[in-house]
């Protein structure tokens, strides 16, 4: 897939020509900021959008940024490893499921005394990351976005099966029945990967839980009744041969997939989209989530973090108020990359634009007043990987739910009562 060069003149230019009304403070005015660097977690079209920011930051505010662009497997390990080294980005970009162990081995920052220095005011940001990022006390990292779980849907496949596009308020049922119709020789209905991120909303769709307390969680409720019917109907779904099989995943990722036209619709986050805008004739939008009781979606968000060891964490501050703020968010939310956690953004012709896809942008919005986040704490990443793990037996290699379930308890519920 070819970079985002022209994507990135059209919204460095964009920005710049409306910046002077923004009603932000001029970062040209003030003092020229310390060199830092930045690392974020990006795919090729991601990182094109990251380098229009930090191109748009550097010509506004005259400052230098080192841009760090890692795929999304490698991000976390190599922060790991340059925070042992002692050689931590100044700033890095960080969902908040992860970010709980840096701040536990006093890695970060808390960035909300940092921010209000440079006279940022939370008041216009949506609630729900900025509680997702609150750890201890305190603001710990800055949101960027505020996307949540879609459907995505190929109109091409649609159209040639004769299948009608997806409703608001859709059910389950109405959501199996249209990936059993998708499904051909040649094309699978619907893909769904096997972590709690994607099995979150219906689990609590349904009325259970993940765990037995979402603030200080000791154990995990996936056996209990509304969890467990949940994930039964995914493994349904899944025996009734409208999901892609562990063949045809372990050959490609079901995104790939999605583009190439194998699999008619995937679930997914605001993340795809850069990437999905530049494959050719590809002809897509997103849906809502089906709900299978009452509607609900999963909080998916990064912020950005000021590294505890950086020397110049004013100018780190600086560039993250420029990053979240207006003219910064207006950029990201251009490339495609983000659902704005700035109010202002989000409602504007920048993310909501129909002539970019996807047209439907509007339910990344109204799923807003439905999201819940997974539970912020030291452990949940590797509770995250044990459940991963498992439901992908239950779902791929057809080991009964119950089994798996039990095993997810013997081995996530230590890592919870830190154990």
């Known amino acids: 897939m070819r970079a985002r060069g022209a994507l990135a003149a059209l919204t460095v230019s964009a920005v710049l020509a409306v910046s002077a009304c923004a009603g932000e403070p001029d970062p040209a005015s ?140 859709w059910t389950w049922a109405e959501f199996v029945a249209t990936a059993r119709a998708l499904t051909s020789a040649k094309t699978k209905g619907v893909g769904i990967d096997p972590s709690i991120t994607r099995m979150a909303p219906f689990i609590w769709s349904s009325g259970g839980s993940i765990v037995d307390n979402d603030e200080k969680p000791t154990r995990t409720t996936l056996h209990e009744p509304g969890a467990r019917a949940a994930l039964q109907a995914v493994v349904d779904l899944i025996g009734t041969g409208a999901t892609p099989t562990k063949a045809q995943l372990a050959a490609q990722d079901l995104d790939e997939q999605f583009m190439t036209g194998k699999v008619a619709m995937f679930l997914s986050s605001r993340v795809e989209v850069p990437a999905l805008r530049e494959q050719r004739g590809l002809d897509f939008d997103v849906a809502s989530l089906p709900v299978l009781g009452k509607p609900a979606s999963v909080l998916h968000s990064d912020a950005y973090c000021v590294a505890n060891s950086s020397e110049h964490k004013d100018a780190a501050a600086k560039f993250i108020a420029y990053a979240v703020g207006h003219q910064g968010q207006t950029i990201t939310a251009l490339g495609g990359r983000t659902v704005p956690s700035l109010r202002a953004v989000a409602t504007s012709p920048a993310f909501l634009s129909p002539t970019r896809a996807p047209a439907s942008s509007q339910v990344f919005l109204d799923a807003i007043p439905h999201l819940r986040h997974t539970p912020v704490t030291p452990s949940w990443p590797e509770v995250e990987d044990v459940i991963g793990n498992q439901l992908q037996r239950a779902f791929e290699d057809r080991v009964p739910l119950d089994q798996v379930l039990a095993e997810i308890r013997k081995q996530a519920d230590p890592l919870l009562r830190g154990r």
Request: hydrophobic share 40%; glycine share 8%.
């Open 30 to 169: 003030e003092a020229t900021p310390a060199k830092i660097t930045v690392q974020v977690r990006a795919e090729p079209e991601e990182a094109a959008v990251y380098r229009s920011l930090v191109s748009a930051y550097q010509k506004e505010s005259g400052g230098e940024v080192e841009l760090v662009a890692v795929g999304r497997a490698d991000h976390l390990t190599r922060l790991s490893t340059a925070f042992a080294s002692g050689d931590a980005p100044d700033v890095f970009l960080i969902n908040y499921r992860e970010y709980a162990p840096f701040v536990q081995r006093g890695a970060v920052a808390p960035v909300g005394p940092l921010i209000d220095k440079q006279g940022l005011d939370r008041g216009g940001y949506y609630e729900e990351p900025l509680s997702a990022f609150s750890y201890r006390g305190a603001l710990q990292c800055m949101p960027q976005n505020i996307s949540s779980l879609v459907v995505y849907w190929n109109r091409a496949l649609f159209r040639q099966a004769g299948v009608a596009p997806p409703k608001a308020d």
